[in-house]
């Protein structure tokens, strides 16, 4: 019998799904990933991932730029993000992996991987929300906690930028995955940790992957890319999914103005985001270091 999505997406910490962006909302999303990279690179939206800073926060150290942050922001003026955010076709493979009903979805981050213009960036090897010296016990033990959402990246051009080391979601690092992600540089050659692999993604396709899968990526300056960077997440988290999603930056989402660009689908979901912001006191943190 087929594996479902979701027994390959918990076996394999991933999975690629096909056409998640209909043609109602492909072209409106190109035409605004378009506009919205221009900003970014012409210096009218400040709100980006910058070269040389790996994780938040991003700072503003270098005029060059390998993702935007905030696409569904009021300010950018863009509704195609959030109406492909919240769509039928979007929210029901969520649905399925996460296990849930759409009564406990939790909107969360919408951002943008581009390629930057001058120099090529790298991200070392990581998991999102475990920290590279964890030892083995404090990462089984942060592996054992199921956070109850999912990340994902969809390629609006063709995109090998990820790679990924498949079932690394459920068990720690071996001493020589452990070698080679230890440290805050970038690999040289990505396929040298074992297990390695790269993913590949033709315009359209999408990858989903728990996001404490064993993961880096390259951006050669060279070769454009426009990929939608998202995550999702429902109630059952709870707090545990806080630091990873509100290290971000998130009180913009709190302004009624957002609000008023969102369907009845996605101001429930905001509605739960922002119970979860409320219910942490002070400072999340960040979780990784540059």
Not at 41 to 49: L, M, T, V
Not at 260 to 287: A, F, H, N, P, W
Request: hydrophobic fraction near 35%; include cysteine; glycine fraction near 8%.
């Amino acid at each position: 019998m087929t594996p479902s999505l979701k027994e390959l997406y918990d076996k394999q910490g991933y999975v690629i799904v096909h056409g998640l962006v209909p043609p109602e909302h492909l072209d409106a999303l190109e035409a605004a990933s378009e506009r919205v990279i221009e900003r970014t690179r012409s210096g009218q939206w400040s709100h980006r991932r910058t070269v040389g800073r790996q994780f938040p926060p991003f700072g503003d150290g270098d005029p060059d730029s390998w993702g935007v942050q905030h696409v569904m922001h009021p300010d950018l003026g863009e509704p195609a993000f959030a109406r492909w955010y919240t769509s039928d076709a979007l929210v029901n493979v969520v649905k399925e992996l996460l296990g849930c009903e759409e009564d406990g979805l939790q909107m969360e981050l919408f951002n943008m991987l581009i390629n930057p213009t001058s120099n090529s960036f790298a991200l070392r090897w990581h998991r999102d929300d475990v920290r590279e010296n964890a030892t083995e016990e404090e990462e089984s033990e942060a592996l054992n906690i199921w956070h109850h959402g999912t990340q994902w990246n969809t390629a609006l051009r063709r995109d090998s930028c990820l790679y990924i080391v498949p079932g690394s979601h459920k068990v720690p690092r071996t001493p020589e995955q452990r070698a080679q992600s230890s440290t805050l540089d970038p690999p040289k050659d990505p396929l040298t940790m074992p297990g390695a692999i790269q993913v590949a993604l033709e315009p359209g396709e999408t990858v989903f992957y728990n996001n404490n899968i064993l993961h880096c990526a390259t951006y050669d300056h060279r070769t454009p890319r426009i990929t939608l960077h998202a995550c999702m997440g429902e109630v059952r988290g709870g707090p545990s999914r806080a630091r990873n999603i509100l290290q971000h930056g998130l009180q913009w989402m709190k302004e009624d103005r957002f609000a008023d660009t969102l369907d009845r689908r996605g101001k429930k979901m905001l509605e739960r985001l922002i119970k979860l912001q409320e219910s942490v006191d002070g400072d999340v943190g960040y979780s990784l270091d540059n």
